[in-house]
């Protein structure tokens, strides 16, 4: 964790967060770091192209996929928020984000049924 940042008090960073796949209400601290998840690949610049989902990971300079998490972004304002293809300047961003860790979204262990959203500075 960052200690400049104001991360909320039981928030698991990604590497933690995957010792809760199946529960729900998880906070879970990380990094934007890309988009546009496949089973195969992510993109980490712009331009993105899909507004479902963007990638998390512990540090912005991580790029294995073991060490990121794919979070689904429903239709409506968690989506519009935080999309890449509408808000590529989110790159790099501290974001806390709620919802259920999964065993696969995406190829990745991530979190789906996203309710709740906080960009920390």
């Known amino acids: 964790f960052n200690a400049g940042l104001k991360i909320p008090a039981g928030a698991y960073t990604v590497i933690n967060a995957k010792q809760h796949v199946g529960e ?20 980490i610049g712009p331009p993105f192209s899909s507004k479902t989902n963007i990638v998390i990971a512990g540090g912005k300079n991580e790029r294995q996929r073991a060490n990121c998490f794919a979070v689904e972004l429903p239709s409506g304002p968690i989506r519009d928020a935080i999309n890449l293809v509408e808000n590529p300047n989110l790159i790099g961003a501290a974001i806390v984000v709620t919802g259920e860790i999964v065993s696969n979204y995406y190829g990745y262990i991530g979190i789906k049924g996203t309710k709740a959203y906080s960009l920390l500075k």
């Open 24 to 43: 729900k209400n998880i906070m879970v601290f990380g990094y934007i770091i890309g988009g546009d998840a496949t089973a195969n690949t992510i993109r």
